[in-house]
């Protein structure tokens, strides 16, 4: 696996389809293309041809190729491209053609994307950015990953990196300028001033990490409460297809069940769980146990109580709990008063349908509300462990006594590694593979 092979993989989607674009990278593409249209064309110009097998001659497929020479390309090697019908005989005979070349090989899954992290295309938080745009289900994914991929943190952390170097200048300055071992406190003060100042970005851009992660991961809604209450019912209403299995034998519902929703753009999970009770089975009691755990992990809990039931109190959680009245079709209006303590603020029928828009209307507001504002630098928790480690640093810095700069400096020094971290241009062979792995071939 040298970055002199030349790699080649179908980087569309799966054929059949309207058209297929086969990536070729490395010193070998422009003889590849050559090979397989007889003439490279001119850089960066998209031309049609007529592709042949170089050992039969036979006609593959007349389709485009464009040549983009080094350094300029998305991976800064050589890059070939062909785009093709999306048929799958003619992607497999001209993938077959290719890796019949000397010195072609098969690219591995995010190989292409590899060669720009190596040849400083792209910083680690970027190809992050990429592999989350490529995941990206919903606008507020897609426009955070693509600030990401366009180095949206790679350039803050530049910025700090500046000012950590005028900072380490500073403290350089005062300890030439006094004795090393005592530098007065007016000497190294503007370098500690500038820590803390720097210290207060990061801090702020950290303040939006947790923001950044809910919005790629998606928020998550746990639909909880007494059995029978309506779970499943407002679920397979809200997924819009009988996802869960509803009947009127309390405990119907063990396995925590997910459904995938685009509220106004953001990606929210929603949770049907089993319904809470003592004295179960042992089966039905490792779903109540599952249960509590995805409540425990919420970012939002619906606590379902159906009309006329006594009130059920809801486990204690992090999360703030909705209160939902189910069933209001059969509510006579009695045992509303009894439960009318103010708590409870929607009321839903999955028979009549009553409700259930304006409950999706509220999460869709409350959704948007908990990801909105300023897109979130910080979107992994990877970068925001390397992060928070160069807050520690400087935090330390700032408060070092004057009486010890070589200590100061060292501080300086873990913060710049922790910077270097975040971007991948320091300690990164831990983190290369997880970070390739999520790519498909072609990426
Ligand atoms: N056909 C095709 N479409 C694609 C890609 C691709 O590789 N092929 N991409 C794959 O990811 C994305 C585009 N990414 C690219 C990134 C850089 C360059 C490039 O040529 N960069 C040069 C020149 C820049 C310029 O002229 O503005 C450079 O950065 O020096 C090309 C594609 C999305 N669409
Ligand atoms: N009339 C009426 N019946 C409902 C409504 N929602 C659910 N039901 C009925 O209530 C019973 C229980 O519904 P489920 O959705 O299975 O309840 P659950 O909370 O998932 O129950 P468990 O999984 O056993 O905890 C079923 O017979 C449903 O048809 C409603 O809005 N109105
Ligand atoms: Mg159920």
Known sequence: MTRSDTIFALSSGRPPAGIA???VAGPNARSALEALAG?????????????????????????????????ASATGDDVAEFHLH???????????????????????????????????????????????????????QRRQALRQAEGALGGVVAGWRERLIGIAALAEAAIDFADADDVP???????????????????????????????????????????????????????RREVAIVSATPGTTRDAIEVH???DGVAVTVIDTAGLRDGVDPVEAEGIKRALARMALADLVLWLEPAGAAAAEPPAVAAPVWRVGTKHDLDTGEAGAERDDGAERHRISVVSGAGLNRLVAELARVAVDLVGGEPALVTRARQAAALRAVAAALGEAVQRSDSAPELFAEDLRRAARGLGQVVGAVDVEDVLDAVFRQFCIGK
């Not at 010195?103 to 400083?120: C, D, Q, S, Y």
């Open 21 to 23: 674009v086969v990536r």
């Open 39 to 71: 003439s490279v064309g001119e850089p960066r110009r998209v031309r049609l041809v007529s592709l042949r097998d170089p050992n039969s001659g036979e006609a593959l497929d007349r389709g485009l190729t464009v040549l983009f020479p080094a350094p």
């Open 86 to 140: 999306g048929g799958r005989a003619v992607v497999a005979d001209v993938l077959a053609a290719l890796g019949r070349l000397d010195g072609l090989r098969l690219a591995e899954p995010g190989e292409f994307t590899r060669r720009a992290f190596a040849n400083g295309v792209l910083d680690l938080a970027a190809v992050e950015g990429l592999a989350d745009l490529i995941a990206a289900d919903t606008t507020a």
């Open 185 to 239: 406190d007016g000497l190294i003060g503007p370098a500690r001033a500038a820590a803390a100042a720097l210290l207060g970005d990061i801090e702020a851009v950290l303040a939006g990490a947790r923001r950044g992660e809910r919005v790629r991961g998606g928020l998550t809604v746990v639909i909880a409460g007494p059995p029978n209450a309506g779970k499943s019912s407002l679920l397979n209403a809200l997924a």
């Open 261 to 263: 929703l685009d509220l």
